[in-house]
């Protein structure tokens, strides 16, 4: 199992940026495959991105494709979503999750992911 930790969420004007990181511990960071996902109050959590474990294949859900970025830094045991022109919508909070796995594809489902953190809000106002 390993240990999720986000940060980097907050309000901030639509157009803004914010970048949010996930510091990951206890097992091996370069082992797992890892996503985003977000949840607004009510509805169900919804997919955001996805990285495999070497950082050579992503997934964006469509609405943040060419505005989201996710990355990771092995070396540093950390996952990063940068979100640019960001927009009312995207309001929500925001977790990482791992999953053990060195396949070369990604997770796109909660289902498949068994650690999360404990999410970070980010607040979008118009």
């Known amino acids: 199992q390993v240990q999720l930790v986000e940060s980097g969420g907050g309000l901030v004007q639509a157009g803004g940026s914010l970048r949010l990181s996930c510091a990951a511990s206890?097992?091996?960071?370069?082992?797992?495959?890892m996503g985003w996902f977000r949840q607004t109050p009510g509805k169900e959590r919804e997919f955001v991105a996805a990285?495999?474990?070497?950082?050579?294949?992503?997934f964006y859900l469509d609405s943040v494709k060419d505005r989201f970025t996710i990355s990771r830094d092995n070396a540093k045991n950390t996952l990063y979503l940068q979100m640019n022109s960001l927009k009312p919508e995207d309001t929500a909070v925001y977790y990482c999750a791992a999953r053990s796995s060195r396949t070369l594809g990604v997770a796109i489902t909660a289902g498949e992911y068994p650690d999360w953190g404990q999410g970070t809000q980010v607040t979008v106002s118009s």
């Open positions: 990285i495999n474990w070497i950082g050579s294949r992503t």
């Open positions: 206890g097992r091996t960071f370069s082992s797992y495959g």
